[in-house]
């Protein structure tokens, strides 16, 4: 009898990128589970009440997802892969409507920042959702007047909505980076490695440089480094994404002598990214 497939939970609607992703890191049969807000993804992960999550962390044009970053902080969960998604957003409204009618655009606040320089070229107001899919069912459904939403062709097709326009997003390098969450390893991940730690540190000029240092001097890449709030007035905590699997001697030997320029420092796990 065949394993049954993992169940992991994504925030928002069916019809949301965080789905489009899940889909990508853990395959086409995944039991993917829509979850309210990236808080109930945590705790359903952390509760183990499903085999793994998935959250997007970072955008290539809207920077950081600072709720997740938090959220990593908190819960500490175990990280288990990495995927970067092509985002491409569509404008949607309800059969029979065209662009012209279109007064007001509902989408989640990083899809609004990434498609901001569109909606002011066409004098478009956005308004908060709680996430695209989300966005685009309440469209479908309440057809509230001279309203559109940005959500994905993928979204179009399940609510049954037009799309108005296509490829809206300010950049053709938009993408969004996610994580795997939980112990379910995603097959769909390459042989590179990561590893996301998080820091304080005493005097933030000089300590921040001191950390730094001890991965620079052994050749080890931090290809994110992200501020958050925590580590006493004026004094952030860091996280920090390197190049290198969690068990390298030389991330080893690094964060040895980065604990000894830091308050503390903690390995929130390493992970396959493709």
Known sequence: MADAPPRIAFQGEPGAFSEEATRALFGADVDALPHPTFRAVFEAVTQGRVDGGVVPVENAIAGPVVDNLDLLI?????LSGEWVLRVRHCLLAPPGRALADIE???????????????LRGKGLHPVPESNTAAAAKRVAEELPPRTAAIASLAAARRYGLTVLDEGI?????NATRFLALGRARPPNVGTRRKTTVCVSVADTARGLSEVLAAFASRNLTVTG????PGGGAWRPVWLMDVEAAEDSPR????????????????????????
């Open 104 to 118: 007001r655009v509902l989408s989640h606040p990083q899809a609004l920042a990434q498609c901001a320089g569109y």
């Open 225 to 228: 480094l992200f501020p958050r």
């Open 169 to 173: 997003e300010d950049s053709a390098d």
């Open 74 to 78: 908190e819960f500490q969960p175990p």
């Open 251 to 274: 991330l080893l030997a690094a964060l040895e002598d980065a604990r000894a320029a830091s308050t503390t420092l903690r390995v929130l796990g390493g992970y396959a990214t493709g």
